[in-house]
């Protein structure tokens, strides 16, 4: 299974909120290139990234940082937050970013997504849930819609996506343990790749995700904290990785 590590952007900086909420964040020292320097050089294989601003007001406002990630990293980035449809997705996958990450135009502007699939491809594009209390919350985990989770991937994957980023957003800044429950229903019921966040704090817990058939987990409070090592995060689970071929895309 992958571990990938989190960069988390607001107003330029690195920072970690907690359940989502805007009003209580960590705000990390020094610069996010560095820090994503500092993932790479334990061992990470991917970078996440995502604009909080972005997410929130649908405006990429850390577009500047997000392609100087992607031009100083030298792995695999995926991206998410303010993308919106297919011509922003267009625009982000232009800087050398290997996937975008659709949130709230999932629910807002399916067939932006879909479009989206069909010109690039589906392993170039993900579609991140992020749920509270089970059901779908959109702009920047501002309001809370009357969809579930499982069906939102379900109308997705009938649109041609093949991998999904489960957030349980009470988990999320916790260090709370991830929702394995919920984790377990998804890959059951959607039986395409899943990726895994929200709570992660230990190496047992990205053991017991790849144990459920968890494609990767994202990890952002634990390594910054220093309660999760990465390096050694991401070899233990390495070796609980599933073939290439476990998930149709």
């Known amino acids: 299974m992958q571990v990938i590590p989190a960069i988390d952007l607001r107003g330029g900086k690195c920072v970690r909120l907690h359940q989502g909420d805007y009003s209580r964040e960590t705000v990390f020292d020094g610069d996010p290139v560095d820090i994503g320097r500092r993932w ?12 909080l601003d972005g997410a929130r007001d649908g405006v990429r406002a850390n577009a500047p940082v997000v392609a100087e990630l992607v031009k100083s990293l030298g792995v695999p980035v995926q991206v998410g937050g ?7 997705a267009a625009e982000v996958l232009a800087l050398g970013v290997d996937r ?23 392993g170039r594009v993900m ?25 939102l ?16 957003i ?24 899943i990726v895994i966040a929200g709570g992660v704090a230990t190496i ?12 990767a ?16 995060a991401i070899k233990e689970a390495k070796a609980a990785r599933p073939a290439a071929d476990a998930w149709p895309l």
Not at 40 to 51: K, L, N, S, T
Not at 153 to 168: I, S, W
């Open 127 to 151: 579609v991140g849930v992020d749920a509270r209390d089970g059901m779908v919350a959109t702009r920047g985990w501002k309001e809370t819609t009357r969809v579930a989770a499982a069906d």
């Open 170 to 193: 009470s988990r999320d800044g916790t260090l709370s343990h991830p929702n394995f429950e919920a984790a377990a229903v998804l890959v059951r019921k959607v039986r395409y790749s």
């Open 40 to 51: 790479v050089a334990a061992g990470a294989e991917r970078v996440h990234i995502v604009d």
């Open 204 to 215: 047992e817990d990205l053991l017991r995700l790849a144990g459920l058939g968890a494609e």
């Open 153 to 168: 991937m379900l109308e997705m994957a009938g649109r041609g996506v093949r991998r999904f980023m489960y957030t349980d």
């Open 100 to 122: 975008v990450i659709f949130g709230t135009a999932a629910i807002e502007a399916p067939i932006e997504v879909e479009k989206t699939v069909k010109i690039h491809g589906a």
């Open 82 to 88: 303010g993308i919106r449809d297919a011509h922003g």
């Open 217 to 232: 987990a994202v990890t952002g409070m634990a390594i910054y904290t220093g309660a999760l090592d990465l390096g050694r």
